[in-house]
């Protein structure tokens, strides 16, 4: 479907079945502001819908009416907005709009393929079938955007440039805090060592939310890396986040190097959310056990209310090497992280079905006529490149319970 520019905006996506799952992601051209946005089926996590954080000059013109969400009576955007009895509001107000308001997301791209200048996405095979190029071997530090179209060797004639955007779901929670500290033992050779597990508290400011990223977003990125417990604080991301899918972009044949997405180029989405989700995080639990190896536990207390208390957990060691290492230990067997899993029932299987295959399977039955073998098998080729999707069939995929949230 295409939407003329007396609109504003212009759509052109693939003829699919009128349903739309949750998550769904359609990008679209808005004339307006001239940029790739994007709109987002509502999905839901324990029933609640998520919000868009954006401004209020960046709003539909009826932003006000999806200021309370129906289920709870709680605002979706801040007080001080809500409770504004002027005219006008700021326009660079912050607003929290419910996916189901239907606002645009603005979406933001990383070059994948030929003008990939890190060369560190690589190219999804549905894209190669449609003329995208792997990245230049070119990979320098000091080319930027606007010298890198005239450093790169010429692309293959034909060549189409990708972008791609991920859509990402963001859920606040409480996280472990952890503070040590460290009683030399002069005399013993014994150290003991006190380490404070703690929660903190859910910030008001940080809803469950999308955004965009153009990333790529990694689930790896959320968690501390290089933890060095008696180094001083610790304190765990405060959220979990899943990707929800990702927005593609593919530009005309021969398109110039490290060009902007327009309304020439055309969208693709691959999606990894197809239904609505339950979230959970575990509690925070310490057994009072004994490690020989790393010293012996002396004591523990118990766990407060959250952001007002902990578990204090004191062990001797002999060396400082042991004590960062049952602090690290202690960090990584009580982890806060929650998980996202898809509620059972509604018509998921827990395997994507296989995807269609482009091969090409040669046509028979043409005898000596060599012609028209040649274009059964080139009208055969058509037939598979079209045949080819980005997302399974019906049924989709669910999210898997963790298991691991049932010790």
Known sequence: MTMKPGSGRTLEMPPRRGWKHPWQITPMWDGASQAWEATMQPGWVNGECPVYVTTVNQSPSNWKNYGINPLSGEPFFSAWVFNQEAATVPAATTVWLPLYANPLIDLSWRNIGWDDATASNSVPQFFLNLGVVQPNAINDDNITDATASTLLTPAPAGTRLLRA????????????????????????????VTQTLGLTTINPNDPLKVYADAGPWSPEAQIAAGIDPLSGDYTAPAYDEILIGTAYLLSPPDAKPYSAPDAAWTPYVRHALFWNLLWAQPQLTVENTTDNAL????????????????????????????????????????????????????????LFPPAPSAAVTAPSGHGLDKNGLIEAQSRAAAMALASQQLDPDFPYAGVKFNTGMLS
């Open 295 to 350: 010293g012996q536990l002396a004591s523990l207390v118990n766990i407060m209310a959250a952001g007002s208390g902990g578990v204090a957990v004191n062990f001797i060691t002999a060396s400082l090497n042991d004590a960062a290492s049952a602090a690290l230990n202690i960090l990584e067997a009580n982890s806060m992280a929650g998980s996202f899993w898809t509620p059972t029932g509604g018509g998921w299987t827990s």
């Open 165 to 192: 955007c991920d859509l990402v779901l963001h859920q606040p929670h409480v996280a472990l805090t952890s503070q040590i500290t460290l009683e030399p033992g002069l005399l013993t050779g014994q150290s003991n």
